[in-house]
């Protein structure tokens, strides 16, 4: 069966059950439908003394190929929990329980280049249409919050521009959750003096929004409505920013607080293993912070002993940004890292054609071979970059069907000859009994409640906005310098001479490559990464740095995953995987 018709096929229970056996209060769930709710986060219990341990999943460079990091994030958790209830449990696992933290699925992605992405196989969240499509409807909340504010913009402007605000600055643009290239360069205000003010704008796709990642690192709404107030909408003739919190005679923050108000609470699901999972904002991590919210992963952590969360793409980016910016503004410093690899992905990191993967019998074993061992550079420098942020670091090998005893004996002795503990998962066909070995090389690892976390950031206060970019290309990335177009070296000048130069920084960088070019794979040095555009975003409390080609609102590929979707006259959809 592929991943729909498993989904399909599952017995899901009642949300209030799996609420129930989580310790969420009856009163502080919100149902919408039988298998999803929304949790009132102020009728949940006191949060214990030692709230849970972090666990970060992550993985290498994101290829064709396939890696798996949200399919072992969900696996994993399933296998936590399994193996607290075994005979053979760890002393100190016994009765313990864990929590699976994600991200939402983007329609972008969805109707785009991925398709689903809520894991896969027997490895899943579930519901998976409703969570892929619509789910409780955050992020349409999220979309007509900032379009509501881009719509004051232009009233204002409209209304006399009382603020003096100069329409060449405004930086904000509206947001739509889909793939459309045609709607990066816009202009609006056409059609006369009552139609508005004419001026170029354009789209970002909502995971990309100030708006997105504001909510996403929100502590509670106090919280979400100051830091909304903050993002800078444009700026005067003299250069003086314009905040949210200056428009009209109280801010628009609150508006905009009344369209999030209900979409801030945590949204509760269950995985097909039957552990609880938080599924909550959606921020990409190539162009964004890459984490789920930090409202969700705190709920988590209240209830469980430990929260098996992902973020996106590779280390090099949710990696390090959850290091450096999530786990920071959210108060849980992570306690391990699981970096999750596969057989294929690491053979196209060492120079062998997509096509070619799969063809791996007879004479051309050693060349397979030969090509794991070319790529496995790449995981072993995501495994420096962790290791290096003081947390001990697990790899776990997602197996796919092709994978050869061969070569998954290889790569865990490799693991071996370098001291990082590695199990392979098959969590795709076992679900979280696929996972029960990487589970138990987490627990060796994983520091106990009274140990802490030995984490530490990449940076430190005193760094500025160059210091802190150079440390991620120099140090994450193995580059030796940064350029700066002449933009970006002006915007750079601007951001010291305003006090924002000691802010971090969120990179905007390809997925597929250490470097600004998606063509180099492998785990390449002494390359320079150009940066083109600094936006200051002090909602969200960070920089970001543009590099490359990466844009804000991404097209859809020649092929979408849309033009293989439908649903019959029973309301069954197909092609969502």
Request: with cysteine; net charge negative.
């Amino acid at each position: 069966m592929n991943d729909a018709e498993i989904s399909a096929a599952a017995t899901l229970e009642p949300v209030a059950d799996v609420a129930h056996r989580a310790g969420i209060p009856a009163d502080a769930l919100i149902p919408y439908g039988h298998y999803m709710a929304k949790v009132d986060t102020r009728r949940l219990p006191e949060p214990p003394a030692t709230p849970g341990r972090v666990v970060l999943v992550t993985g290498i460079s994101p290829t064709p190929a396939g890696e798996g990091k949200s399919t072992v994030t969900v696996g994993l958790t399933d296998g936590l929990n399994l193996l607290s209830q075994a005979e053979d449990a760890p002393v100190d696992w016994a009765g313990r329980t864990a929590i699976a933290a994600l991200r939402e699925p983007s329609l972008g992605p969805v109707f785009g280049m991925k398709g689903g992405a809520t894991g896969g196989g027997y490895a899943q969240v579930v519901p998976m249409e409703n969570i892929n499509l619509h789910f409780t409807g955050d992020f349409h909340a999220i979309t007509a919050a900032h379009n509501l504010l881009c719509a004051l913009v232009d009233n204002h402007l409209h209304r006399g521009n009382a603020l003096g605000l100069d329409p060449r600055t405004i930086s904000i643009k509206r947001a739509l959750d889909t793939n459309d290239r045609a709607l990066r360069e816009t202009i609006i205000g056409l059609g006369g003096r009552s139609e508005g003010v004419p001026r170029e704008n354009g789209f970002e796709i909502t995971v990309a929004t100030e708006t997105m990642a504001v909510f996403c690192l929100a502590t509670d709404l106090e919280d979400l409505k100051d830091r909304l107030s903050r993002m800078i909408i444009g700026r005067t003739r003299d250069q003086r920013p314009v905040t949210v919190g200056d428009l009209g005679p109280n801010g628009a923050q609150g508006a905009m607080a009344v369209l999030l108000k209900d979409a801030l609470r945590p949204n509760l699901v269950q995985t097909l293993g039957g552990s609880a999972a938080f599924v909550h904002g959606g921020p990409f991590a190539n162009i964004a912070h890459g984490a789920n919210s930090i409202t969700a992963t705190n709920t988590a952590r209240r209830l469980s002993d430990v929260v098996v969360t992902e973020a996106g793409f590779g280390a090099d980016l949710g990696g390090q940004k959850f290091m450096d910016i999530t786990s920071v503004a959210g108060g849980f410093p992570p306690a391990a890292s699981v970096i999750v690899a596969t057989v294929r992905a690491l053979k196209l990191n060492g120079g062998m054609a997509l096509q070619e993967l799969d063809r791996n019998t007879g004479d051309a074993e050693q060349q397979h071979l030969e090509a794991l061992e070319a790529g496995v550079a790449n995981l072993a420098r995501h495994i420096e970059n962790m290791a290096a942020y003081g947390v001990p670091v697990v790899v776990a090998i997602n197996r796919f069907p092709q994978d050869t005893e061969a070569e998954l004996d290889w790569l865990t002795a490799w693991c071996a000859r370098r001291g990082v503990p590695a199990a392979v998962a098959e969590v795709w066909a076992r679900g979280g009994a696929g996972a029960l070995d990487v589970a138990r090389r987490l627990l060796e690892v994983l520091p106990s409640e009274k140990a802490g976390s030995g984490w530490h950031s990449l940076w430190t206060e005193n760094m500025t906005v160059a210091d802190r970019i150079e440390a991620v290309v120099t140090q994450i990335y193995g580059g030796s310098a940064v350029e700066y177009a002449p933009a970006a070296a002006q915007q750079l000048v601007q951001l010291a001479e305003e006090g924002w130069d000691h802010l971090p920084v969120c990179m905007a960088k390809t997925q597929y490559s250490f470097t600004d070019d998606p063509a180099v794979l492998g785990a390449p040095s002494d390359f320079t990464v150009l940066v083109r555009e600094l936006l200051l975003r002090p909602g969200a409390g960070f920089v970001v740095a543009l590099t490359g080609a990466v844009m804000t609102m991404p097209g859809l590929p020649k092929e979408p995953a849309a033009d293989f979707m439908d649903v019959d006259a029973d309301g069954n959809v197909t092609g969502l995987f």
